[in-house]
């Protein structure tokens, strides 16, 4: 009798703990860990091309460039300029013309660039010659009229545009492509050094956002999100590596983000990489992303047509650490810590409801209406954190924050907010050199009245129609210190791809690693 009293009783005290402590978490998923993309072409340099390889040309006009060290008879040459009059082909950027049957070229591919093309047309032609010969049988040559560092852009593009996340196919699987690929110039080795030391890193670090984005949430949860990025790291040198799991966050205060994830038995993280290049300033910058694993909404549940886009919500912080990744292997000059605050959104007898009051680790408190408006509590404390930890000389936030920004920039611009004119225009720079565009968007201050709650300092959104995105960043702003530059970047529009640009294949973009990288390289 006895016996059976207390075994009742320890079955009811299991029942009722925290889901975090009774429920194991099971289905890490049908993925198996080793799973791994199709290899990519590799890519490299030399002063010849490789014989039997498919050509490709990088074109400024309607006039086949010399391309020393490619073998092209005069008469196969003759016959592509015959084709080039044919189909009326000009050289303008992104036009294509893709020839079979000349000599024995498995294929010649003239790809525009444009006259004086940029790096970033160069590498947009890079893209697409990768997008187009995805499933050729043959190793690839690209040769143009470009000199050293415009062939590293072509790779760089090539690497960018050859992404796939093809690891859980077990059939119908995309025919991975076959051989490396070599770009011929007259300087190999420079055009080499060119590539290795700033493309290659910047495409490592969009390649790692890309994965974690892309990745299910059965697969990224917050614990596997950090363990991912020490693999990445592991060796860089002049990183460190900070992760608070949920008792010591509990312990500084960090309510909002403790709150977020306390409906998921996955718990939550706050993961800070710090990167720190020979003779950079003592004060990083900070890259602060949302890092929510999946959004289900939590108790204020998405509908279900689309929730499955939310394995991507955490892409926010996918890009500040892919940023970091490509500055660390670069070995740039400077100092970043890029902080990915990390939770999933679960609807649970144990998550929070709406209403709920919480306290963030600044002190301040928030009144939580819509557990849907999840990645502003999240980042909340993250900034806080990292303000005091870091002392960073300027905070920019980076989320997939809301809806409203995706009507109202769609996929063509990152929505940015700022408070400070140096870092917006700095900002809005990096965006056109990195081809990441952003567009400045408002935070009035009478915006902020519409945040203030009744019974806490502020809460969580704004009842009925208003400025959404601009609330949502009102609500971040609200936790950084007047004096420390900030800017937030709305990616909710722009993190995912609904179909394939040179760049950018079908899927998660890694948006935000190449406008971060660049923004820490303007020695802003
Ligand atoms: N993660 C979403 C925002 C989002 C929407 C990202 C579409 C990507 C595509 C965010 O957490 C969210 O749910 N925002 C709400 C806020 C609202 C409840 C104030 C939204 O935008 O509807
Ligand atoms: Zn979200
Ligand atoms: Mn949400």
């Known amino acids: 009798m006895r016996m059976k009293s207390l075994l009742l009783s320890a079955c009811l005290s299991l029942?009722?703990?925290?889901?975090?402590?009774?429920?194991?978490?099971?289905?890490?998923?049908?993925?198996?860990?080793?799973?791994?993309?199709?290899?990519?072409?590799a890519i490299g340099f030399a002063a010849s091309a490789p014989a039997g390889a498919?050509?490709?040309?990088?074109?400024?006009?309607?006039?086949?460039?010399?391309?020393?060290?490619?073998?092209?008879?005069?008469?196969?040459?003759?016959?592509?300029?015959?084709?080039?009059?044919?189909?009326?082909?000009?050289?303008?950027?992104?036009?294509?013309?893709?020839?079979?049957?000349?000599?024995?070229?498995?294929?010649?591919?003239?790809?525009?660039?444009?006259?004086?093309?940029?790096?970033?047309?160069?590498?947009?032609?890079?893209?697409?010659?990768?997008?187009?010969?995805?499933s050729?049988?043959?190793?690839?040559?690209?040769?143009?009229?470009?000199?050293?560092?415009?062939?590293?852009?072509?790779?760089?593009?090539?690497a960018l545009g050859q992404y796939r996340f093809d690891r859980y196919k077990t059939v119908d699987k995309k025919t991975p492509p076959t051989g490396a690929v070599t770009l011929v110039g007259a300087n190999p080795s420079a055009a080499e050094a060119a590539?290795?030391?700033?493309?290659?890193?910047?495409?490592?670090?969009?390649?790692?956002?890309?994965?974690?984005?892309?990745?299910?949430?059965?697969v990224i949860y917050p614990e596997s999100f950090v363990a991912r990025v020490r693999d990445a790291f592991a060796g860089a040198a002049g990183v460190s590596i900070e992760v608070l799991d949920e008792a010591a966050m509990r312990k500084l205060g960090m309510g909002t983000l403790v709150g977020v994830g306390q409906g998921s038995p996955r718990g939550s993280r706050l993961l800070a990489v710090r990167y720190r290049g020979a003779g950079a300033p003592a004060a990083p910058m900070a890259f602060i992303g949302k890092g929510i694993t999946f959004d289900s909404g939590g108790i204020s549940l998405k509908p279900g047509t689309g929730m499955w886009d939310m394995k991507g919500?955490?892409?926010?912080?996918?890009?500040?650490?892919?940023?970091?990744?490509?500055?660390?292997?670069?070995?740039?000059?400077?100092?970043?810590v890029a902080v990915a605050a990390l939770a999933e959104n679960m609807p649970d007898g144990n998550a929070q409801r709406p209403g709920d009051v919480t306290r963030t680790m600044s002190g301040k408190t928030i009144e939580m209406l819509n557990a849907d408006a999840e990645g502003r509590l999240v980042l909340a404390d993250?900034?806080?954190?990292?303000?005091?930890?870091y002392k960073p000389r300027a905070i920019v936030n980076i989320a997939t924050l809301t809806g409203a920004i995706v009507s109202a920039l769609d996929d063509q611009y990152a929505g940015l907010f700022a408070r400070d004119e140096k870092l917006a225009s700095a900002l809005i720079a990096a965006g056109t050199a990195s081809g990441e565009e952003?567009?400045?968007?408002?935070?009035?201050?009478?915006?902020?009245?519409?945040i203030?709650?009744?019974?806490?300092?502020?809460?969580?959104?704004?009842?009925?129609?208003?400025?959404?995105?601009?609330?949502?960043?009102?609500?971040?702003?609200?936790?950084?210190?007047?004096?420390?530059?900030?800017?937030?970047?709305?990616?909710?529009?722009?993190?995912?791809?609904?179909?394939?640009?040179?760049?950018?294949?079908?899927?998660?973009?890694?948006?935000?690693v190449r406008l971060l990288d660049q923004l820490a390289r303007s020695g802003e």
């Open 136 to 158: 050729e049988a043959h190793p690839v040559t690209i040769a143009g009229a470009f000199g050293d560092t415009s062939a590293a852009d072509v790779a760089y593009g090539f």
């Open 195 to 218: 590539f290795n030391n700033r493309w290659k890193p910047l495409a490592d670090g969009v390649r790692l956002s890309r994965d974690l984005a892309n990745e299910p949430a059965n």
């Open 313 to 336: 919500d955490m892409s926010g912080a996918a890009s500040a650490i892919g940023a970091a990744l490509s500055l660390a292997r670069s070995k740039a000059p400077v100092h970043v």
């Open 382 to 389: 993250a900034n806080e954190y990292i303000a005091q930890t």
């Open 452 to 512: 203030k709650s009744d019974i806490a300092d502020i809460r969580n959104i704004t009842p009925g129609q208003g400025p959404g995105a601009s609330i949502g960043a009102h609500v971040i702003g609200y936790f950084v210190d007047e004096a420390t530059p900030w800017a937030h970047l709305d990616i909710a529009g722009v993190n995912q791809a609904d179909k394939a640009s040179p760049l950018v294949p079908k899927g998660m973009s890694g948006f935000g």
């Open 15 to 41: 029942a009722l703990a925290p889901a975090a402590m009774a429920q194991p978490i099971t289905g890490s998923g049908v993925a198996p860990a080793t799973a791994t993309n199709s290899a990519e072409r």
């Open 54 to 134: 498919a050509l490709v040309v990088v074109m400024s006009d309607a006039t086949l460039p010399p391309l020393d060290g490619v073998a092209l008879s005069a008469a196969e040459r003759q016959a592509v300029a015959a084709a080039i009059a044919a189909a009326g082909f000009d050289g303008k950027a992104g036009s294509t013309l893709s020839l079979r049957g000349i000599g024995a070229h498995p294929r010649i591919l003239l790809i525009g660039a444009g006259s004086t093309p940029a790096s970033l047309a160069l590498a947009e032609a890079g893209g697409k010659a990768a997008q187009e010969l995805k």
């Open 438 to 450: 952003v567009w400045r968007m408002p935070l009035h201050k009478n915006y902020a009245e519409k």
